[in-house]
């Protein structure tokens, strides 16, 4: 059951070459359908956020031409500067932990995708590897808010974030990326396009590395403990093909491989520890159109995440103990989904599908007993064409599932699309959703943690959304909404023990976003979002979500995108986190500032040069608040420092 990837490579590539296994999706939108929303891509899985947020759904896109021109060098760093509302904190730096929360969540109400497959670790649920793919390889990012637990199942609360990769073309040609920084960055990265037998292939591959920062202050390091640099590094290697090998139809496989090595940083009992993980991603998609009344969808994938980990401490007197010895701990995530759409003649469209998500994982560190859970679920939506206002844009579905341990539960979804006046459109959508435990929750039995719990339900939540949204003039974009949400049967530890708690977690908030200028020339934008996030017990913010995020930019890009520059800024408002023997502690409120300019020269802009500089004030600020116990039994509070200055330098030429 259990595949290590670098013994299963060649499993990956087989899934990826042979007979599909199915996934969610709807068929390729005419362009009326889509009210002028941008779709990026034309197989059915890749138009389905644009298609939902015809309907009503909230979604924006960070292009990959923005990733270049600014010099981002990883997935986290762009959400946290670029999507609105969107909080990310990287604990330390590159590579690390990832606390995230989409308009008041937790980071496991969000469901995280590369190219449609699931990469939400199922061990833990809420530790989010955003550290997959490089971003020399994405071709733009979508952001999904609010729940869409009807197409994309367990874990998409408060919305999805789908990071897609390039498309294969049909002409030759390709791209090379050198990079390098002021905390030790040395990255080089690659890919190859063009035309093969009945389709188009591209192949990538990238290494990337980094020494990192010292992730703790001085004095929290005890002398037990090795001050050390957190570093990361990562090689992948992937392909992607795709073809039409009869009419009206699309056939895409995907094969990633991932090997990453991070660094652990502890500030006590520690000379070293590192996270050895290989990582597969694969996946199989086929769509076709039988009629102008008929289409449907198939898709397989497979996500493979294990780790070998080790820590070596430090006694008093100096001298190491192996406390890890390479240890092991990951899952494979593997799904099968078919889906089809049938158009009426009235215009009236009805999307029926069936789902297979299945996960199987253990852990020998944090010991987690070996088990496997399926989850089979049906879903539908209809969107019927209103002949009293055909401008007007419903979608009404619901979703079944079944779990082996979850138990039986049905969920619904609603959503509208109006317009109100020339350039002013109303968003709305409500419904539930839900939250399969996690295998820690429902398998742990490591005496020291709360003992799982097979007999746990899932969490369910209520959701509505609203939006104004105004286009009132070509180059003016302004947007203006709430959301409410609530949680029911959290997941709580109770007398040792996971248990659905009766008490629950209730969310509301608002959002604002204006947006000036074109693709070229002077640009600004600025959101701000307010999230008030409490459990309904009384006890306040729920730690680790900030109330306020807001975030700004100001760019320059000349009439043929030569060249360019923008001055970002961001602000975290007041975090907190709960620790054990000090209760309630503050951190974040931060406001940081960076900049990036680039330059293309030769034929046609083939070369670039961008420069990047991050944190330009240095501010120093937490991303996490954390306590641990001193060599003499103490205990005491220690802060995980965010990235401090420093500088990135990225050449990359295009052929």
Not at 196 to 203: I, S
Request: aromatic share 10%.
């Amino acid at each position: 059951m259990f595949h290590r990837p670098e013994r299963a490579l060649s499993r990956a590539l087989l899934l990826s070459a042979c007979g599909p296994v199915l996934a969610a999706g709807v068929d390729t939108p005419s362009p009326d359908a889509l009210g002028g929303i941008e779709v990026e891509g034309s197989a059915i899985e890749e138009t389905l956020p644009a298609e939902l947020a015809a309907y009503g759904a909230e979604r924006e896109v960070i292009k990959g031409r923005t990733l270049e021109d600014t010099g981002m060098s990883d997935v986290a760093q762009a959400l946290e500067r670029l999507a609105p509302g969107l909080f990310v904190a990287p604990r330390a730096g590159r590579g690390s932990y990832v606390d995230a929360s989409l308009d008041g969540s937790r980071t496991q109400d969000v469901l995280w995708l590369v190219d449609g497959v699931r990469i939400n670790n199922r061990l833990y649920g809420s530790t989010t590897p955003l550290d997959s793919i490089t971003t020399q390889m994405i071709d733009h990012i979508e952001v999904l808010r609010g729940g869409q637990g009807l197409f994309y199942g367990t874990q998409a609360v408060a919305g999805v974030v789908n990071i897609v990769l390039r498309k294969p073309k049909a002409e030759r040609g390709g791209e090379l990326r050198l990079g390098t920084g002021t905390l030790g960055d040395r990255r080089a990265a690659g890919h190859v396009t063009g035309p093969g037998p009945l389709g188009e292939w591209l192949v990538f591959g990238a290494y990337d590395e980094s020494d990192g920062y010292e992730p703790f202050e001085r004095d929290a390091y005890q002398a037990n403990a090795r001050r050390q640099d957190r570093g990361f590094k990562r090689q992948s290697i992937g392909a992607k093909y795709s073809a039409s090998p009869m009419a009206d139809s699309s056939l895409r496989v995907l094969a990633l491989y991932n090997d990453a090595a991070a660094d652990n940083a502890k500030p006590v009992n520690n000379h070293h520890s590192l996270n050895d993980r290989d990582e597969v991603i694969a996946s199989i998609k086929w769509d076709q159109r039988l009629s102008d009344r008929f289409s449907y969808y198939a898709k397989g994938y497979w996500h493979s995440w294990w780790t070998d980990y080790t820590q070596i401490g430090l006694d008093d007197d100096g001298s190491r103990n192996v406390i890890n010895d390479r240890e092991e701990w990951g899952y494979d995530d593997y799904g099968a989904n078919l889906a089809g759409r049938y158009i009426a003649p009235g215009g009236s469209e009805l999307l029926l599908g069936y789902d297979l998500q299945s996960y199987a994982g253990r852990d020998y560190v944090l010991r987690i007993d070996e088990q496997e859970e399926t989850v089979h679920a049906g879903f539908a939506q209809f969107r019927p064409v209103l002949a009293f206002s055909p401008e007007t844009r419903i979608a009404l579905g619901a979703r079944y599932n079944h779990s082996d341990f979850g138990g039986e539960h049905t969920i619904w979804n609603a959503s509208l699309d109006q317009p109100l006046a020339e350039g002013l459109r109303l968003k709305a959508s409500a419904g539930t959703n839900f939250i399969l435990p996690s295998a820690y929750q429902l398998f742990v039995i490591d005496p020291a943690f709360p003992a799982g719990n097979p007999d746990l339900g899932p969490e369910e939540s209520r959701n509505v959304r609203a939006a104004l949204v105004g286009d009132p003039r070509p180059g003016v974009h302004w947007k203006l909404g709430g959301f409410h949400r609530e949680i029911d049967h959290l997941i709580t530890v109770e007398e040792g023990t996971f248990r659905n708690a009766d008490e629950g977690v209730r969310v509301r908030g608002a959002q604002g976003a204006l947006e000036l200028g074109g693709t070229t020339g002077w640009q600004f934008d600025i959101s701000a979002t307010y999230a008030d996030s409490q459990t309904l017990d009384g006890d306040g913010q729920i730690p680790g979500i900030p109330e306020w995020v807001a975030k700004s930019s100001l760019a320059w890009d000349s009439d043929r995108r030569m060249r360019g520059a923008r001055l970002s800024v961001r602000h975290v408002g007041e975090n907190t986190e709960q620790l054990a023997d000090y209760g309630d502690r503050s951190f974040g409120d931060y406001t940081l500032f960076d900049a990036s300019t680039y330059q293309r020269f030769g034929d046609d802009g083939a070369h670039r040069v961008t420069l990047r500089l991050e944190n330009l004030t240095d501010r120093r600020y937490a991303t996490r608040v954390a306590q641990d116990t001193r060599p003499d039994g103490d205990t005491f509070r220690y802060d995980w420092l965010g990235v401090p200055r420093n500088a990135q330098l990225i050449y990359s030429y295009t052929f």
